[in-house]
């Protein structure tokens, strides 16, 4: 997998691709997850690699089951985090259709490295994010 535009931000970096929405996402999702954290020099474990995966796959496939077309997914670091955001693309999506979100932030933080997640909805569909502590 290719990444996308480059992502400039203040103090971290940061990188996209999009994909199509489709159920293969999520593992695409994964190993492009995996290897910019490698590139920008984390070395994780395999109980972190677990971790930074489930917690991709989550937030993909409920970006996917908004039925959009297509997905992007973000990454950035700062200060030994990473950020990862899934955004759904699907602009007929209402706040009031969050109805799985809630679920989805639940099991999300059940992972012990997560430190922050959310969901919300916007023009541009659900973004559904979460920082995990590398």
């Known amino acids: 997998m290719r990444p996308g535009r480059g992502v400039t931000m203040a103090n971290r970096r940061g990188t996209n691709w999009k994909l199509e929405s489709a159920p293969w996402a999520a593992g695409k999702a994964r190993a492009g997850v995996l290897e910019q954290l490698a590139n920008w020099h984390y070395v994780l474990g395999p109980a972190m690699v677990a971790a930074v995966e489930a917690v991709t796959t989550m937030l993909v496939e409920t970006a996917v089951a908004?039925?959009?077309?297509?997905?992007?997914v973000h990454v950035s670091d700062q200060?030994?985090?990473?950020?990862?955001?899934?955004?759904?693309?699907?602009?007929?999506?209402?706040?009031?259709?969050?109805?799985?979100?809630?679920?989805?932030?639940?099991?999300?933080?059940?992972?012990?490295?997560?430190?922050?997640?959310g969901t919300d909805t916007g023009p541009d569909g659900r973004r559904l994010w979460a920082v995990i502590a590398l």
Do not use: F, K, N, Y
Request: hydrophobic content about 35%; overall charge negative.
């Open 66 to 72: 908004d039925g959009g077309t297509c997905i992007s």
């Open 79 to 117: 200060d030994g985090q990473a950020c990862i955001v899934a955004l759904s693309h699907q602009p007929a999506l209402t706040a009031g259709q969050d109805t799985d979100g809630e679920d989805v932030l639940r099991q999300i933080t059940a992972h012990r490295a997560v430190t922050g997640c």
